[in-house]
């Protein structure tokens, strides 16, 4: 998962349709592609994510360690990697999070991709996805939620602020990676819809 500097990430609103791919065989069909499957096969094991972007001609422009659930890079940074690539790994198996879908949209990525020990995930299309402001809506990532996030959301709720439920697995049990991500963008905009 990637955070930014400020630590907080904005939803995302669905412009167009963003794509997203399990990938079975890897896709080695341009430099870029080529040197990521390269980065992934070191990395997909390690404890820890780790984050690299890889220019249109295959060669790394930043790589980065980071903490078992997310790896940071400064705002400067990532104004320096329009049309990238962005690899990394996620150690708890999980694939691509909205912050992943956020990274990319932000700064202009070519793709985000995701490996995990099992599984290669990537997301490109990118540029049909656009950062709505989270004034109006509340987003609860369930599988972390405190005590202290439970309070806020009550509070949200009883101010008439919709609130949304953002999972870091499948929901509905058996739905697809662009089932589950869509149902909760839709969501989300619902929520920004009613709102406003």
């Known amino acids: 998962m990637f955070k930014g500097s400020s630590g907080l990430t904005p939803p995302i609103q669905m412009h167009q349709w963003a ?21 992934e096969n070191l990395i997909r094991h390690n404890p820890v994510e780790t984050g690299v972007f890889i220019g249109p001609d295959g060669a790394t422009h930043l790589k980065r360690k980071g903490w078992n659930n997310r ?15 962005f690899t990394h790994n996620h150690p708890n198996g999980y694939g691509p999070s909205l912050d992943d879908v956020h990274l990319g949209a932000a700064y202009g ?24 402001s989270l004034s ?14 439970q309070d806020v959301v009550r509070r949200a709720r009883a101010r008439g602020i919709p609130v ?33």
């Open 19 to 39: 794509e997203c791919s399990v990938m079975q065989i890897p896709d080695v069909s341009t430099p870029a592609r080529y040197a990521a499957v390269g980065v």
């Open 71 to 85: 790896v940071s890079f400064t705002r400067q940074e990532l104004k320096c990697v329009k049309g990238a690539t």
């Open 136 to 149: 109006r809506a509340f987003a609860v990532e369930t599988s972390a939620a405190l005590i202290a996030v």
């Open 109 to 132: 990525l070519k793709e985000v991709r995701v490996v995990t020990a099992n599984f290669r995930h990537g997301l490109s299309m990118l540029n049909a996805v656009y950062i709505v």
């Open 164 to 196: 949304v439920q953002i999972t870091e697995t499948l929901v509905p049990p058996g739905a697809t990676f662009q089932e589950w991500q869509t149902a909760q963008l839709q969501a989300l905009l619902q929520a920004l819809t009613q709102s406003a």
